[in-house]
């Protein structure tokens, strides 16, 4: 069964390949003026991942393997002992992303099952987020409860590699999928440092699922914008952003919380503490 899978595997990974390189090579940016490569990787030599670029997240298992990044969900054991966070979805961020940024890559879904909140893609957590489904793509912000674009004829297809240019400057995003849809918003949240999980560019697959990624590169980007920018801009198709959720209220702080801080600032600082 073991060599079954993988054998699958490499037959999808060498079918698509070509295709791959075609898609890359239709992007370029439209926002902004790549600067400096902070990461990237054609995942060509398998070697561990360094922890600083990145982050594996809710115990999901990652590996470069048969050419690409290949994430898995965490594992039994890990499940067992979680009350919330299982790792289901492998899930992946990688904190170096510029907060103004270009980025290129390759990735697809393989298998497992979409729920209301994966797959998708982001840039900062719960900031900008691109969410596929059986529906169409969408552009999610603000937590998720708000939709600034949507792609309703594009929907994702396990086992089918897709390649992005996203671009992120002055508050602006906009995301580029070959051969498929171009999603743009302008948002001051998009500015916004992630309240929690983790910062830069992350990706979470379907449950139980897997994701591979390949042909990752991620660019700071230069001061000025691509000269034609604003003039293409007024091309790109038009969205009303719609509240899509209620927002998550911050559950108010007990008194026996406040009791304990004000305890706590009252206590006189001991040298060695």
């Known amino acids: 069964m073991t060599r079954s899978i993988a054998a699958?595997?490499?037959?999808?990974?060498?079918?698509?390949?070509p295709a791959i390189a075609q898609s890359r090579?239709?992007?370029?940016?439209?926002?902004?003026?790549?600067?400096?490569?902070?990461?990237?990787?054609?995942?060509?030599?398998?070697?561990?991942?360094?922890?600083?670029?990145?982050?594996?997240?809710?115990?999901?298992?990652?590996?470069?393997?048969d050419g690409v990044l290949r994430g898995r969900e965490s594992s039994p054991e890990f499940q067992a002992k979680r009350k919330d966070h299982f790792g289901y979805e492998p899930r992946l961020s990688i904190p170096v992303t510029p907060a103004e940024f270009v980025t290129e890559f390759s990735f697809r879904f393989i298998g497992g099952d979409e729920t209301a909140i994966v797959p998708f893609v982001e840039f900062g957590h719960h900031v900008c987020r691109v969410r596929f489904s059986k529906d169409g793509a969408s552009l999610l912000s603000d937590g998720e409860t708000m939709k600034l674009a949507e792609a309703n004829d594009f929907v994702w297809k396990s086992g089918k590699w897709y390649h992005a240019l996203a671009e992120m400057k002055n508050g602006e995003f906009v995301v580029q999928i070959a051969d498929g849809p171009t999603l743009y918003s302008q948002r001051d949240s998009f500015a916004k440092t992630p309240a929690s999980g983790g910062n830069g560019f992350g990706i979470a697959g379907p449950k139980h699922g897997v994701v591979e990624i390949d042909n990752m590169k991620i660019s700071t980007v230069k001061p000025a914008t691509q000269p034609n920018w604003d003039s293409h801009k007024t091309k790109l198709p038009?969205?009303?952003?719609?509240?899509?959720?209620?927002?998550?209220?911050?559950?108010?702080?007990?008194?026996?919380?406040?009791?304990?801080?004000?305890?706590?600032?009252?206590?006189?600082?001991?040298?060695?503490?």
């Open 238 to 273: 038009k969205f009303e952003p719609i509240q899509i959720k209620e927002p998550k209220t911050k559950k108010p702080k007990t008194e026996a919380n406040n009791s304990a801080k004000i305890r706590i600032s009252r206590t006189p600082k001991l040298i060695g503490d």
């Open 8 to 17: 699958a595997f490499l037959v999808l990974f060498f079918a698509a390949s």
């Open 25 to 65: 090579m239709s992007l370029k940016p439209l926002l902004t003026i790549p600067k400096t490569i902070v990461v990237q990787d054609d995942f060509s030599k398998e070697e561990p991942l360094k922890k600083d670029v990145w982050l594996a997240r809710q115990g999901t298992r990652w590996a470069i393997e």
